[in-house]
Structure formats: structure tokens, C-alpha cells
């Protein structure tokens, strides 16, 4: 498995978005959504990730951030697309980069 780091982006009482790189690469991002019963996400990644790293990835993301979550919640539910980063876009520019959570590899 790669050794991947997920920086947090923005955070509210009932979900997360996490941007997720490797060492060399971006490789996406990441929204979670927690409800009482389920953890649903949306996992958007570049066009050059392998099928079989989006399934390690899929067990990273479960082990450092769902069982993490301040509720842990049993099912876990993913959307996974795989896509080109057109990049982010914002009013100000400055709001997304309000953040230093971070969990390191």
C-alpha cells in the first residue's frame, strides 16, 4: 500500500473534504459525510490511478479517517469518479487555504 497523506480542507459538524497526495503525486480528494447509521464519500481521483490502488486507498481512507471519526460508524459508503483536476475556484482565493489539519503518512 502506498503511504498516503490527506490534508484536511474543510471540516463541519457532520463532514469532511480531504485532499490526498503521495509522497511524488496528488492523487484526489475526498468528501465524507457522517449520519448516524453510515459514513457516505465521494472519492474523486486522477485518470492515472490504477483500479487496484483506488481499492488500498479506499482501505486508507476507512482506517485513518471513518474509524477515526469522533462516531465511528460500521458501514461505509464511496462514489469513487475518476476525472481531470480542472482546480478550484472561488471568489477568494484565500478560503481555501485556511487550514493546516493535516495527517501526516
Known amino acids: 500500500m502506498l503511504d498516503y497523506r490527506f490534508e484536511r480542507v474543510a471540516r463541519t459538524p457532520h463532514s469532511e473534504q480531504w485532499v490526498i497526495e503521495t509522497l511524488d503525486r496528488p492523487v484526489g480528494r475526498v468528501d465524507l459525510h457522517f449520519t448516524n447509521a453510515k459514513t457516505y464519500g465521494t472519492l474523486v481521483v486522477h485518470p492515472y490511478i490504477a483500479e487496484d490502488e483506488i481499492e488500498d486507498l479506499l482501505a486508507a481512507i476507512d482506517e485513518r ?14 462514489s469513487v469518479w475518476r476525472g481531470e483536476d480542472l482546480g478550484v475556484f472561488a471568489e477568494d482565493a484565500d478560503d481555501d487555504e485556511d487550514t493546516d489539519d493535516e495527517i501526516p503518512v
Not at 65 to 78: F, G, I, M, Q
Open 65 to 78: 479517517l471513518v474509524s477515526t471519526a469522533d462516531e465511528y460508524r460500521e458501514d461505509v459508503v464511496v
